[in-house]
């Protein structure tokens, strides 16, 4: 099993800056793509930035120029350095992977359990 444990999340003004931090952690195998998802109250789940192995990036139009995701694949970690925050960048933010753990042969696609960003004056 594996487990993803976001943090990093917390209140920021217009123009400010934030950077999430995910861990994943368990009985790892291999992961393959990180990333990150957000979702605002009363909308969908909407993808933000993913990451691969070998470090190719890709980024929903709404961020590009503004978020940069990395990972640090000795530390099983992604991170999402988010710059010129707006208020409509709120939302919370899950990470996802694509990972298999020793005991399997499976590749399963995981999910943190979030953290809430709130961009506010």
């Known amino acids: 099993q594996v487990q993803l444990v976001e943090s990093g999340g917390g209140l920021v003004q217009p123009g400010g800056s934030l950077r999430l931090s995910c861990a994943a952690s368990?009985?790892?195998?291999?992961?393959?793509?990180m990333g990150w998802y957000r979702q605002a109250p009363g909308k969908e789940r909407e993808f933000v930035a993913r990451?691969?192995?070998?470090?190719?990036?890709n980024y929903a139009d709404s961020v590009k120029g503004r978020f940069i995701i990395s990972r640090d694949n000795a530390k099983n970690t992604v991170y999402l350095q988010m710059n010129s925050l707006k208020p409509e960048d709120t939302a919370v933010y899950y990470c996802?992977?694509?990972?298999?753990?020793?005991?399997?042969?499976?590749?399963?696609?995981?999910w943190g359990q979030g953290t809430q960003v709130t961009v506010s004056s």
């Open positions: 996802d992977a694509d990972a298999r753990s020793i005991k399997s042969s499976i590749w399963y696609h995981y």
């Open positions: 368990g009985s790892i195998f291999s992961i393959n793509a």
């Open positions: 990451a691969g192995p070998t470090g190719t990036t």
